[in-house]
């Protein structure tokens, strides 16, 4: 009797574990349907709302007219005069500050300027300024707007190495958004490693392996705090001359680009940058017959070859490297059919009205300027500006 007990009481135990395994597969199979549902309800709740983002866009340009499709690619830097009613007459997509428009600003005339900006155009604006730090910031030189002048990428990776890079770039968002900054113009992603170059000193001065890591780090922080990033000057500087002041003409052969100078705006648009900028300078090896910035070869690599969907962009249109080789009124619409989708110019007064003839004319096809306005436009949703929450 007590060897049958024995074995009634074992098989009960056998089928209260079998009950309680049958039990606990059960559960599981219904956690992992509700997280599996879950998760497909987030992706599709995050794709519906980029669809919707992208028909709102749409929407948007279908209602533009000729004239404020062509403004939107222009980002123009800050005239001294019209400042107001230049943005209504011309539509323009964004104003860069200088150092002439910040020096003798305090920070509640600048935020106000700004402002006025905003409120005297129908599109949000993108606002830029040069904010690499170093040698070359506009609003931290001034003590009314940052109480100490940005450090240069060099000096502060000496000091904390690439943590320092991303609290810097972190406290320099911060300051930027406050002041109605949008979009800093950096980082800069040409490789230098010769102290007599003339960009040396604005890169963090490591080969194509450390930039790309500068790189990375800057882009990821200023998508984080939502602010613009701008890859500047592909196809890259390299030791070069200085096409602020002269053309300039690189021989260096496009199997080195691709395996130095390409890797950190490849390293930038996987990290997720906005923008890439670019150069004035002559490189024979992609271009021989034309600055970087209007040579659709040059672009084209931007675009099949490193895939970059963002926004392009031209270097300051008013560089000697470009402008002592085509005349500004032309110089516009080179750039829109070379590939750019904004212009950087001060100039705009005379190169949007031969953009919107070009248009009219069918010498500049609509579909590209469609195509440049839709991913501008993009940009300043993805910096929550374009459509307020």
């Not at 995050?46 to 749409?58: A, F, H, L, P, Q």
């Not at 990821?220 to 701008?230: D, F, H, I, K």
Request: net charge negative; glycine share 8%; hydrophobic share 35%.
């Amino acid at each position: 009797m007590k060897k049958k007990g024995v074995i009634i009481s074992l098989v009960g135990v056998l089928l209260v574990v079998c009950a309680a395994s049958v039990w606990a597969m059960t559960r599981n199979q219904e956690t992992k349907t509700a997280t599996s549902t879950t998760s497909n309800s987030s992706s599709q709740t995050t794709m519906t709302s980029s669809s919707e983002e992208e028909d709102n866009i749409t929407t948007m340009i279908d209602k533009m007219s000729l004239e404020e499709k062509v403004g939107q690619l222009f980002f123009a830097r800050t005239p001294q005069e019209n400042q107001v009613s230049d943005l209504e007459d011309y539509h323009l997509g964004g104003y860069v500050l200088f150092g002439e428009d910040t020096e003798n600003a305090t920070k509640e005339s600048l935020q106000e300027k700004v402002q006025s900006f905003q409120e005297a155009s129908d599109i949000p604006l993108l606002i830029g300024s040069d904010e690499e730090g170093g040698t070359v910031t506009r609003i931290s030189n001034n003590p009314e707007l940052v109480d100490q002048p940005f450090k240069g990428p060099q000096e502060i990776y000496a000091e904390d190495g690439w943590q320092g890079i991303i609290q810097d770039t972190k406290q320099k968002a911060g300051i930027l958004a406050d002041l109605g900054i949008n979009a800093g113009l950096f980082p800069d992603a040409d490789v230098s490693t010769d102290e007599e170059s003339f960009i040396y000193d604005r890169t963090i001065g490591m080969d194509a392996k450390g930039t790309s890591e500068y790189v990375k780090n800057v882009v990821e922080t200023l998508n984080e705090a939502q602010s613009g990033s701008t890859l500047k000057h592909f196809p890259g500087y390299g030791d070069n001359r200085d096409s602020h002041v002269e053309i300039v003409e690189d021989d260096r052969s496009l199997d080195e680009l691709r395996e130095n100078d390409f890797l950190p705006f490849e390293a930038g648009i996987k990290a997720g940058a906005d923008s890439v900028l670019v150069s004035h300078n002559i490189v024979n090896s992609i271009d021989p017959k034309a600055p970087a910035s209007i040579s659709p070869e040059v672009h084209k690599i931007l675009r099949e070859e490193l895939n970059f969907d963002g926004v392009v962009m031209t270097d300051d249109m008013d560089m000697a490297g470009l402008a002592d080789f085509i005349p500004q009124e032309d110089a516009g619409l080179e750039a829109l059919k070379a590939g750019n989708d904004m212009v950087m110019s001060s100039s705009y007064q005379s190169q949007i009205p031969a953009v919107i003839q070009a248009v009219e004319d069918g010498d500049y096809a609509e579909e590209e300027l469609d195509a440049s306005v839709e991913r501008v436009l993009a940009w300043k949703e993805d910096l929550g500006i374009l459509f307020k929450k």
